[in-house]
């Protein structure tokens, strides 16, 4: 290896142009240097693609942390408002989340609503609301927290909407894990 290199760094300089081999070693250096700009533009647009993909995340978790501080005002404008709602032992549980559903208004965005085991093994209701905005989100678990019924869990999800006059930009998607505290 030794050998070969110390006869091509001379061609380099133009000592050699003439001999044997200035062809090869001509592609040779084109070759190298083609791999390294290969490898120097897959290097920068990996470190552009990582930036995007960070502003991105960034962005979202912007996103929800405004929709849990509208939450939060709402939760503290609106808690005086009600007169809390006894848990009634003959409602169960089901229909409990049903009739807070209809009293809202929120039919049209119920996907599912099924009995399941919570935590503990207590009775629990999974319910599934697409296309609401955070307010009625909210109004939705104020509801329920109002009728006894509190939220074990949930996964939401926020969906950007095409841009149509009058639409909201982001709609959510909530399943819920609701259920009673017990004694």
Known sequence: MRPILARFFPSLSGKDDGGPG???????????GL????????LWSDGR????RRDLQKKRFDDL????????????????????????GEEDLLTAVSNAVASLGLRSNMLSLSSTTGPGGSGAV???LEGLSSDSLARFLQETERRGIYSFSADLRAVR???????????????????????
């Open 161 to 183: 909407s095409t841009a149509s006059e009058g639409a909201p930009r982001r709609t959510l998607t909530a399943v819920l894990l609701l259920g009673r505290q017990g004694p």
């Open 65 to 88: 942390a405004s929709v849990v501080g509208e939450y939060r005002a709402l939760r503290q404008t609106a808690g005086t408002e009600r007169i809390p709602v006894s848990p009634d």
């Open 35 to 42: 791999l390294a700009w290969g490898g120097a533009f897959s």
């Open 49 to 52: 693609e990582l930036r995007a």
């Open 22 to 32: 200035a062809e090869r070693r001509a592609l040779f250096l084109l070759l190298l």
């Open 126 to 128: 999974s319910v599934t």
